[in-house]
């Protein structure tokens, strides 16, 4: 069978753009920095953002780096997630936020998973139920 164009699917680009402005304004970036970020023109950006203007491959690639976001939901809309990649997904999303953080929100961070930690062994050795907020340990 031949891939022509006739029987090949378009790709809406749209999505992607609305998640590329969501993380931009997630992380506080005007599209000006953003854009200085990724070397293109505000304008350029905002029609990648609002109207669904595909870039080349290498700047897509920097985009989706820069923002740390995963084309497999788009790419493989219906493809069954399996825990691995979900879980690959997770720790790349983690570990691009963590790089964003300064010293003091890393140790707020650490301490806190360190209580996380500290109540999962209490629970697995007291074979019990997580203390409640009630209880003030929360």
């Known amino acids: 069978m031949n ?9 809406d680009f749209a999505k992607i ?11 506080d970036w ?3 920095q953003a854009a200085v970020r990724l070397d293109i023109s505000e304008s350029y950006l ?3 953002e609002n109207n669904g203007c595909a870039p080349g491959f290498q700047l897509f690639y920097r985009i989706m780096t ?8 788009y790419f493989f809309p219906n493809a069954a997630t399996d825990n691995k990649s979900r879980d690959a997904s997770l720790y790349l999303r983690a570990a691009g936020l963590l790089r964003e953080r300064e010293a003091g929100e890393l140790y707020v961070l650490i301490s806190a998973m360190d209580s996380m930690d500290a109540l999962k062994k209490k629970t697995d050795d007291e074979e019990g139920p997580l203390p409640t ?6």
Do not use: Q
């Open 3 to 11: 891939y022509s164009d006739t029987n090949r699917e378009n790709f």
């Open 17 to 27: 753009g609305r998640e590329i402005k969501a993380e931009r304004e997630r992380r």
């Open 30 to 32: 005007t599209r000006e």
């Open 46 to 48: 905002k029609a990648i």
């Open 66 to 73: 820069l923002f740390r976001i995963s084309v497999d939901k």
């Open 133 to 138: 907020a009630e209880e003030g340990v929360l």
